[in-house]
């Protein structure tokens, strides 16, 4: 049997920068990494992470 030990979902956003503040700001998760030139990030909350993968383009929550 698969064992999953953190669940985490990836968002499009686009910036990362932002979307890591909206998330640390509003909903008290930890701005734990960004990589520039992947432009992606993560922000984990107790045992669950958003991961943040940038975008180009219209914002996806439009």
Same mark, same amino acid.
């Given at each position: 049997? #698969?064992?999953? $030990?953190? *669940?985490?979902?990836?968002? *499009?956003? *686009? $910036?990362?920068? =932002? &979307?890591? @503040?909206?998330? +640390?700001? +509003?909903? @008290?998760? =930890?701005? +734990?990494?960004?990589?520039? @030139? @992947? +432009?992606?990030?993560?922000?984990?909350?107790? =045992? &669950? &992470?958003?991961?943040? *993968?940038? #975008?180009?383009? =219209?914002?996806?929550?439009?």
């Amino acid at each position: 049997m #698969i064992k999953f $030990s953190q *669940p985490f979902v990836a968002l *499009p956003v *686009p $910036s990362v920068v =932002e &979307a890591q @503040g909206w998330y +640390r700001d +509003r909903l @008290g998760f =930890e701005v +734990r990494w960004h990589n520039k @030139g @992947g +432009r992606i990030g993560g922000v984990p909350h107790g =045992e &669950a &992470a958003v991961f943040l *993968p940038e #975008i180009e383009g =219209e914002d996806p929550a439009q």
